[in-house]
């Protein structure tokens, strides 16, 4: 059984830093590229990052590029989330995510969810 | 980033109801397009890829349709299990983006 555990979340000062970390478990981690996505009630879903098996290529979005940094360590089954200058509006509950692209579905989407982190951004 | 929009916003529905979600894109994104269902309080579930193609273990009334900008979702038969909030999502191109939702609520 595929289970993303995440940790890591919490309150931090506008400014600030914290560091997500996801535990993959239930199928080769090596294999598969990974997300984060963020979910508010006023915006709903945001993709926010992505990183292939390899680490190469990653992606992220325009809002979050130059103060969030994906990566993962495949020996530990770990993809982690380090999210810096962090702003009001990072508030959200922040999903670990694994990718399709080790299916035949190919790249971008979303097969499996974790349970979420909420992470709340306020002085 | 390509837009997407889902509407209605709220569809009112009963059990054994055909219901239709539409998501239209800003631009093409061909067939590369996934639905998500979410119930509150959970995260989403993967429903469609490639526009039509079911995940495997989804119950074959969902089905998904369209190419191009205009696609939609199609639960034929509503069960109860099925009311909850259902959203797009394309991935012809990064940014990967998500509809606004559509909630399925009880008439």
């Known amino acids: 059984e595929v289970q993303l555990v995440e940790s890591g979340g919490g309150l931090a000062q506008p400014g600030g830093s914290l560091r997500l970390s996801c535990a993959a478990s239930g199928f080769t981690f090596s294999s598969y590229g990974m997300n984060w996505v963020r979910q508010t009630p006023g915006k709903g879903l945001e993709w926010i990052s992505y990183?292939?098996?390899?680490?190469?290529?990653?992606y992220y979005a325009d809002s979050v590029k130059g103060r969030f940094t994906i990566s993962r360590e495949n020996a530990k089954n770990s993809l982690y989330l380090q999210m810096n200058s962090l702003r009001d509006e990072d508030t959200a509950v922040y999903y670990c995510?694994?990718?399709?692209?080790?299916?035949?579905?190919?790249?971008?989407?979303?097969?499996?969810w974790g349970q979420g982190t909420l992470v709340t951004v306020s002085s | 980033d390509i837009q997407m929009t889902q509407s209605p916003s709220t569809l009112s529905a009963s059990v054994g109801d055909r219901v239709t979600i539409t998501c239209r894109a800003s631009q093409s994104i061909s067939s590369w397009l996934a639905w998500y269902q979410q119930k509150p309080g959970k995260a989403p579930k993967f429903l469609i890829y490639k526009a039509s193609s079911l995940e495997s273990g989804v119950p074959s009334r969902f089905s998904g349709s369209g190419s191009g900008t205009e696609f939609t979702l199609t639960i034929s038969g509503l069960q109860p299990d099925d009311f909850a909030t259902y959203y797009c999502?394309?991935?012809?191109?990064?940014?990967?983006?998500f509809g606004g939702g559509t909630k399925v609520e009880i008439k």
């Open positions: 995510a694994r990718d399709t692209d080790g299916r035949i579905v190919g790249r971008g989407v979303v097969d499996y």
């Open positions: 990183i292939s098996s390899s680490s190469t290529p990653i």
């Open positions: 999502q394309q991935y012809n191109s990064y940014s990967l983006t």
